[in-house]
């Protein structure tokens, strides 16, 4: 089975920090995505990457950025954290099969910032 | 981009009743739709998908149906279980990237 791990469950930072959402997946997956879930809007893609050192933008990377420096391992990264930012924030992984692999997910960081 | 829209956002319904979600798509360059359930505390977990060339796909208790000209796909659970109870989204995939919709809350009572 796939496993998608995200390093924490729950996260309280303050307004300005620098924040870290670690995401680790084992399946030697090409593609790695960060989402952003809120009540009432679904998932919305902040980043996804398709390679090592390779990134693209979603549809919200306004306020993130994000890093990949090995095939396992995709970090979000907020760089100073806004109230507005409060979310979950789920990580996955899936296979590079020109879109007809479904993706895997972590069970979520819920980030709380005061 | 591809914008998909989920109704309807909350379904309450007896235990061994049916339950149907249905899902819009806007991009026609959309060729993989997969669901996923998620219960609380934890990810979207994938219970059923279907690729473009399908009209209809089912496992035990679930289907998934897919009309490529109007551009709208649904998820069909039949004798629900109070074990169903969760969330569910619907996506829609053109090449890698996935687009959900809004999500529905599936309550089923015993």
């Known amino acids: 089975d796939v496993k998608v791990t995200q390093s924490s469950r729950y996260l309280v930072k303050r307004t300005g920090e620098k924040v870290f959402l670690e995401c680790v997946q084992d399946?030697?997956?090409?593609?790695m995505f960060w989402y952003r879930q809120d009540p009432g809007l679904g998932l919305r893609l902040i980043y996804f990457?398709?390679?090592?050192?390779?990134?693209e933008k979603g549809d919200i990377p306004e306020g993130y950025s994000v890093s990949r420096e090995k095939k396992e391992r995709f970090s979000l990264i907020l760089e100073s954290a806004s109230t507005n930012q409060t979310s979950m924030y789920l990580c996955?992984?899936?296979?590079?099969?020109?879109?007809?692999?479904?993706?895997?997910f972590g069970n979520g960081t819920r980030l709380t910032v005061t | 981009g591809e914008n998909v829209e989920q109704h309807p956002s909350t379904l309450s319904v007896q235990e061994g009743d049916s339950a149907v979600i249905k899902c819009t798509y806007s991009?026609?360059?959309?060729?993989?739709f997969p669901w996923y359930k998620q219960e609380l505390g934890k990810g979207p977990q994938l219970i059923i998908d279907?690729?473009?060339?399908?009209g209809e796909k089912k496992d035990q208790r679930i289907a998934v149906t897919l009309n490529k000209t109007a551009k709208h796909f649904s998820l069909h659970i039949t004798e629900t279980q109070p074990e169903d109870s969760a969330v569910y989204f619907c996506?829609?995939?053109?090449?890698?990237?996935?687009?959900f919709g809004s999500g529905t809350k599936l309550n089923v009572k015993p």
């Open positions: 990457s398709y390679d090592v050192k390779m990134k």
């Open positions: 996955a992984s899936s296979r590079s099969d020109r879109g007809n692999s479904p993706l895997h």
């Open positions: 279907i690729r473009s060339n399908v």
């Open positions: 399946m030697d997956h090409e593609n």
């Open positions: 996506a829609a995939s053109p090449l890698y990237k996935f687009y």
């Open positions: 991009d026609s360059a959309s060729n993989y």
